[in-house]
């Protein structure tokens, strides 16, 4: 490996395999999860077909994201530099490093927002107001995305200790939340009578679960780069996943199941015990989030042509951004536009694995990075990118999009997993090609 970037990790910041696990873990127990848990039952599937969908579509998130994780370990690399193994720097910084900022930074916002108006009106609701005031839910949301940025800036440490405190006690509330909802709803009966007539099928439960942590994964590399070995990313990666994954999207579909909404906080709530429910929402949502400014930070770093030594600046623009727009509400019209980013940047993970583990070999004395744009890299990651919208019903989003050109929506398998897949074989072809290498 060559030309030193200012991210590489050096041995003594080396973190255990346990403490990367629990920021996966933070990461998975989430409000999010629990809704598409519920999305999983509403859409039909037995509880046979939901817990295989699970297995299977974290299974395959936890492939790609182990090789990426093993890669940054390897280098020291977050992703957004990683890249430029494979798409030259300006490739990476221009396109993958802008892309990973705005998807990063809007979901932070967006996450900051839901937790500020959710936050706002449950202590409304407490004090016995008849509800939270425009005030209100503007200064909630910007003190919570405060708070959240705060502990982002205090970079692995601090997300760290937040998930070794908040990701136990998640576990007991949710838990306390479902069995209490079981046992005053008849629950047990409810779900032994579950038996829906038509399924949405197993291609669906899947490809609903992948997308749920499709980003997350490719953003691995920020965090397994930690590592102190590939051993622990392995490690990592499948303890922190794959079981809080399918506790929580279990949780959610059998909440749905018994009481007919997934919301832990709402369900604690109507179980007379409100304060539980607000500790549930906040924690759930900061875990998650702190991720987001994390890696938006980085991602911005390196757009900017900045080194790690500025990162707690860029974490804080970054953060600072998100939080202005979810205070002020800018981010509802820009959803849409959020998923398309965030469905845009799995395939990078199909170029980051060819580049390092089909032409490097696996050998990290064989990574270069590049200088300028690799037309392999860019070429395979954007033909990739498009063909994971198009069969991931991405485009379906933008219903004038789709009515202009129906050939941009065209389901098949799983989206985010094709493209990564296309990707990969494309990227070879093309170095084979222009290159000689293979």
């Not at 959610?252 to 549930?280: K, R």
């Not at 991931?392 to 398998?413: D, E, I, M, R």
Request: proline share 3%.
């Amino acid at each position: 490996m060559n030309n030193p970037s200012g991210f590489e990790i050096r041995p003594e910041q080396r973190q255990s395999w346990l403490s990367i696990a629990m920021v996966w873990a933070g990461g998975m127990i989430c409000v999010p999860c629990l809704m598409v848990g519920g999305v999983l039952s509403g859409g039909g599937l037995s509880i046979a077909q939901i817990i295989a969908s699970i297995l299977i579509g974290y299974g395959l998130i936890c492939a790609y994201m182990i090789f990426i994780g093993m890669a940054a370990c390897d280098t020291g690399l977050p992703v957004s530099v990683l890249a430029e193994g494979a798409l030259g720097r300006k490739g990476a910084r221009y396109i993958i490093s802008t892309l990973l900022a705005i998807a990063c930074i809007g979901w932070f916002g967006i996450q900051s927002a839901t937790c500020g108006q959710a936050f706002a009106s449950m202590t409304a609701d407490m004090l016995g107001m008849e509800g939270a005031s425009s005030t209100m839910i503007v200064v909630s949301s910007i003190v919570w995305g405060v708070i959240m940025l705060v502990t982002a800036c205090a970079g692995f440490k601090g997300l760290k200790w937040l998930n070794y405190l908040a990701v136990p006690l998640l576990v007991i509330v949710c838990l306390y939340g479902l069995i209490a909802g079981i046992v005053r709803n008849d629950g047990a009966a409810a779900i032994a009578a579950y038996a829906p007539e038509a399924s949405s099928g197993m291609v669906f439960g899947i490809s609903m679960v992948v997308a749920s942590f499709a980003l997350g994964g490719v953003i691995s590399a920020d965090y397994c780069r930690y590592a102190r070995s590939r051993g622990d990313v392995v490690k990592s990666s499948i303890v922190g996943v794959i079981p809080a994954g399918l506790f929580m999207l279990l949780t959610g579909a059998l909440m749905s199941i018994v009481t007919g909404q997934y919301d832990i906080s709402a369900i604690l709530a109507s179980l007379g015990v409100p304060l539980f429910g607000l500790i549930a929402l906040v924690l759930a949502t900061w875990t998650t989030n702190v991720t987001n400014a994390y890696s938006g930070g980085l991602a911005l770093s390196n757009l900017l042509g900045f080194d790690e030594g500025k990162f707690k600046i860029t974490t804080g623009i970054a953060g600072g951004i998100g939080t202005l727009l979810a205070a002020f509400g800018l981010l509802n019209a820009f959803q849409g536009f959020l998923s398309l980013m965030s469905a845009l940047i799995p395939p990078l993970a199909g170029v980051i694995i060819a580049g390092y583990w089909v032409v490097g070999r696996g050998d990290v004395q064989q990574f270069q990075r590049r200088d300028g744009f690799s037309a392999s890299g860019v070429i395979a990651f954007l033909v990739g990118a498009v063909l994971a919208c198009i069969t991931g019903g991405t485009f379906a989003s933008f219903p004038a999009l789709t009515a202009a050109a129906p050939w941009l929506n065209v389901p098949f398998f799983v989206g985010p997993v094709n493209g990564i897949v296309v990707s990969l074989v494309l990227y070879v072809i093309l170095e084979k090609l222009l290159h000689g290498r293979h």
